[in-house]
């Protein structure tokens, strides 16, 4: 289950809270649509990444860094750098992941699965913020000059995976940083910069593992 977690670093955020006002339900229904309209506008962006993770079964945080590609509405291209690298790559119809150093690939056919599915399907509304009231509860406040937003999966598919995600937005409409609450009480911190809109080719999103790395189907054929 922690490899679907991958796909939060596409849409979670933790800012620090400081004065944050909560919006009204119109206030709130109006800057969705404002942050559907920019992601209309702006389908594709790029990032680079440094994440913490924090695991009950850990002393210490782990830290790595990396960057991001995405393009509405579910195409990303995430890559982790540093001493644990890998690839996770969704070209809207496969998802791929490759960890270099141990040679293996693991390969995922969307469509086929209903929870794998409704997943990517709900992980990236947070990013383009399409259809996210139909898998989250969702709140909004002001911060800063910005906007935080948290989203509580309604299913308890998605519970399983997620307890809470938080997406901290600058006045524009670009990710800052991201906050991800696990089941068992993990935590995942993802700040961004360099956030910009750019024009992503379609090269961008497959990937070909090399000959002789292993690649396996954990959901099956």
Same mark, same amino acid.
């Given at each position: 289950?922690?490899?679907?977690?991958?796909?939060?670093?596409?849409?979670?955020?933790?800012?620090?809270?400081?004065?944050? @006002? @909560?919006?009204?339900?119109?206030?709130?229904?109006?800057?969705?649509?404002?942050?559907?309209?920019?992601?209309?506008? $702006?389908?594709?962006?790029?990032? #680079?990444?440094?994440?913490?993770?924090?695991?009950?079964?850990?002393?210490?945080?782990?830290?790595?860094?990396?960057?991001?590609?995405?393009? *509405?509405?579910?195409?990303?291209?995430?890559?982790?750098? !540093?001493?644990?690298?890998?690839?996770?790559?969704?070209? !809207?119809?496969?998802?791929?992941?490759?960890?270099?150093?141990? /040679?293996?690939?693991?390969?995922?056919?969307? &469509?086929?699965?209903?929870?794998?599915?409704?997943?990517?399907?709900?992980? *990236?509304?947070?990013?383009? $913020? @399409? #259809?996210?009231?139909?898998?989250?509860?969702?709140?909004?406040?002001?911060?800063?000059? &910005?906007?935080?937003?948290?989203?509580?999966?309604?299913?308890? !598919?998605?519970?399983?995976?997620?307890?809470? =995600?938080?997406? +901290?937005?600058?006045?524009?409409?670009?990710?800052? @940083? *991201?906050?991800?609450?696990?089941?068992?009480?993990?935590?995942? =911190?993802?700040?961004?910069?360099?956030?910009?809109?750019?024009?992503? +080719? #379609?090269? /961008?999103?497959?990937?070909?593992?090399?000959?002789?790395?292993?690649?396996?189907?954990?959901? !099956?054929?």
């Amino acid at each position: 289950m922690s490899r679907y977690f991958l796909l939060l670093s596409l849409c979670l955020a933790l800012v620090p809270i400081a004065r944050a @006002q @909560q919006l009204s339900a119109d206030e709130e229904k109006a800057l969705l649509a404002k942050l559907r309209d920019h992601r209309a506008q $702006f389908p594709a962006l790029s990032a #680079d990444f440094s994440e913490e993770r924090t695991t009950r079964l850990l002393n210490k945080p782990l830290l790595s860094s990396g960057t991001l590609a995405f393009h *509405t509405p579910n195409k990303f291209r995430r890559e982790l750098k !540093g001493g644990s690298p890998s690839a996770t790559v969704c070209n !809207g119809s496969e998802r791929r992941i490759f960890y270099p150093n141990f /040679k293996e690939a693991e390969h995922y056919t969307l &469509g086929r699965r209903q929870f794998f599915d409704e997943s990517i399907a709900a992980l *990236t509304a947070g990013v383009n $913020f @399409q #259809d996210v009231e139909k898998f989250f509860r969702v709140t909004a406040s002001h911060e800063g000059a &910005g906007y935080r937003i948290t989203l509580v999966p309604k299913t308890s !598919g998605l519970r399983r995976i997620l307890s809470r =995600l938080t997406v +901290s937005l600058n006045a524009d409409g670009m990710i800052e @940083q *991201t906050d991800a609450t696990l089941p068992k009480g993990d935590r995942v =911190l993802t700040r961004y910069k360099n956030v910009r809109a750019s024009k992503q +080719s #379609d090269a /961008k999103f497959d990937f070909t593992p090399p000959p002789d790395a292993h690649v396996s189907t954990p959901l !099956g054929n």
